[in-house]
């Protein structure tokens, strides 16, 4: 591992923080150029960019507080996706803005940054799984035997399903099976297949046992929301 990269004098530089903030710049820049090419002003663009940042930030902390107490130093990448969304959907509206729409140019960003957030997790020695004899394992600090890498797993699982969702922006709206053509597919299957990817994880991942089941659970109902979501979206209902 390499939590930290660099160390002058009282100034501490630690991989995590570094991956993370060019995650952020990375997707602030994406998201900006995306929906500057939809007409929408820059200066609501930064507003909605800054208040879903922060109220990602606060719901990443409370979840993780919830799932790790007494700990307090640290995030959950999920509450802090989930509290990003919620925000950015309460500003959407208020704008009147087209929340699917944007939702699947917004997803452009997120998936470079997931990738970033995984790596500086895995460097940071965080995100630990359960102990194994397989070559892939790995010597996280103050362990004495060898680990699942699931930050690294999660970081290549991410890179794939963003290739996946670059192959599907050019071909969904070809696709037959999807009749009404409306926006937030692109977001839809993004979630899926996060959500399928974080529930696989979570059974070589070390967790208390009620907290593991009920990762396991959420993450079956959120694909399994989503999954009927797609349905609804796609048109299927209600067609001759």
Request: hydrophobic fraction near 55%.
């Amino acid at each position: 591992m390499l939590p930290v990269l660099l160390a002058i004098g009282p100034i501490t530089i630690y991989s995590l923080g570094v991956f993370l903030a060019v995650g952020f710049f990375l997707g602030c820049f994406i998201t900006w150029r995306r929906f500057r090419d939809l007409g929408l002003e820059e200066e609501k663009i930064l507003d909605a960019i800054i208040l879903s940042t922060v109220g990602g930030l606060v719901l990443a902390k409370l979840i993780f507080v919830f799932g790790n107490f007494p700990a307090f130093s640290g995030f959950s990448f999920w509450g802090g996706l989930a509290g990003f969304l919620l925000v950015f959907l309460w500003f959407t509206k208020s704008q009147n803005w087209d929340f699917w729409q944007l939702v699947d140019e917004l997803t452009f960003a997120l998936l470079p940054w997931t990738v970033l957030y995984q790596i500086g997790a895995f460097l940071d020695g965080s995100n630990l799984g359960k102990p194994t004899q397989m070559p892939w394992g790995v010597y996280f600090p103050g362990s004495l035997f060898r680990s699942q890498p699931i930050a690294l797993f999660k970081a290549v699982a991410f890179f794939v399903i963003w290739i996946v969702i670059l192959r599907i922006e050019r071909y969904w709206r070809n696709w037959a099976w999807y009749k009404s053509k409306q926006n937030g597919l692109i977001f839809l299957i993004f979630s899926g297949l996060a959500l399928l990817n974080n529930g696989l994880l979570d059974f070589w991942s070390v967790s208390g046992l009620y907290w593991f089941w009920a990762e396991v659970g959420l993450s079956l109902l959120g694909i399994t929301v989503v999954f009927f979501m797609i349905l609804i979206h796609s048109g299927i209902y209600g067609s001759k």
